[in-house]
């Protein structure tokens, strides 16, 4: 396992988990977000779903707004 920092941009708090996956869709899934919901960031570079998480990693969640 390993500890990732979320910052939860709407929420406007921030979050230490401790995190048994690998990528960015496993982490969303362990902490309830919809991954359509939001988009991750990682030292100002959006992730993938895909992407590869690392120890001690920090962690951006942007809220998608959309509308109508």
């Given at each position: 396992?390993?500890?990732?920092?979320?910052?939860?941009?709407?929420?406007?708090?921030?979050?230490?988990?401790?995190?048994?996956g690998?990528?960015?869709?496993d982490?969303?899934?362990?902490?309830?977000?919809?991954p359509?919901?939001?988009?991750?960031?990682?030292?100002?570079?959006?992730?993938?779903?895909?992407?590869?998480?690392?120890?001690?990693?920090?962690?951006?969640?942007?809220?998608?707004?959309?509308?109508?």
């Amino acid at each position: 396992t390993m500890n990732i920092a979320i910052l939860h941009e709407r929420k406007q708090s921030q979050e230490y988990v401790s995190f048994g996956g690998k990528t960015v869709c496993d982490l969303l899934r362990q902490i309830n977000v919809v991954p359509e919901a939001v988009i991750v960031v990682r030292n100002k570079e959006v992730l993938t779903e895909n992407e590869l998480l690392n120890e001690n990693d920090e962690i951006r969640l942007l809220s998608v707004i959309s509308g109508g």
